[in-house]
């Protein structure tokens, strides 16, 4: 028996009637973070609103994945308060922090896909954290599940390749696979840890901009690292730069040039 995997999609639930009204998606209270002597972050502040999209550029070692991975509760602040969606993950139980990770997408560089997997099963792999038991093959997940995994791969542009082995796609096709999976999730906030780092320009720009028309029309927040200053003018609302541990430029994408991004890699070189 074949099950038809092209029939009505279930709708998803709005994001408006999960969150209820809107609060700032990310505060950051004078939040430093140490590893031993060596001090990433230091003294930081931030508030990121509903429905931003935040690009997050600086040189290597500035201390942006480190950000990232405190706003999962990944790591924890050595001092100051981090908060997300209304909660604080290092108050947070093991339960709880399990519940607020569900609400927060993560897009990797490396795509983080099974390849020997189809696209529709690595997509329906997002799902798995609403589920009470593991699952092995697409006809283990429930209908509605199936039904949205086909609805979310069609909006990245990859509904021919839903039966297709992830291995044999393009980069490009499986990081837009790996932003398929993350939409199961139906997530409010979504970090990207320089997600086009390995793909080409073009491929570069087309998961970018896959990216920003999503959260555009779910409305969920994007908090992106590039290094790209193309990229990052061309997609983002807003640009924080980040050198030695600290915020040194946070502007609205509008009011950034091309050359006050590089400014902030020149310096930092000159040193």
Known sequence: MTADLTGPVSP????????????????LAQVSKRFGDNEVLHGVDLTVRP???????????????????????????TAGTVEVLGRNPAACSRRDLRELRTRIGFV??????????????????????SLAMPRYG??????????????????????????????????????????????????????????????DPAASISVLQTLKKLSAEDGFTVVCSLHQ???????????????????????????TTEQDIRAVYAEHGSR
């Open 108 to 129: 990797f560089q490396q795509f983080g896909l099974v390849g020997r997997l189809t696209a529709m099963e690595n997509v329906l792999m997002g799902a798995l954290g």
């Open 229 to 255: 200053v193309d990229l990052a003018l061309a997609v983002s609302d807003r640009v924080v730069a980040v050198r030695g541990g600290q915020f040194i430029m946070d502007t609205p994408t509008a009011a």
């Open 138 to 199: 697409i006809m283990t997940y429930p209908r509605r599940l199936r039904d949205q995994a086909v609805e979310n791969l069609e909006r990245v542009g990859l509904l021919e390749q839903r039966f297709q082995r992830c291995d044999t796609l393009s980069g490009g096709q499986q990081q837009r696979v790996a932003i398929a999976r993350m939409l199961m999730q139906q997530a409010e906030l979504v970090l990207a840890d320089e997600p086009v780092a390995s793909l």
């Open 51 to 77: 429905g931003e999209f935040v690009a997050l550029v600086g040189p290597s070692g500035a201390g942006k994945s480190t950000l990232l991975r405190l706003l999962n509760g990944g790591h924890l602040p």
């Open 12 to 27: 998803a639930i709005p994001r408006s009637a999960r969150t209820g009204p809107a609060a700032a998606s990310i505060t």
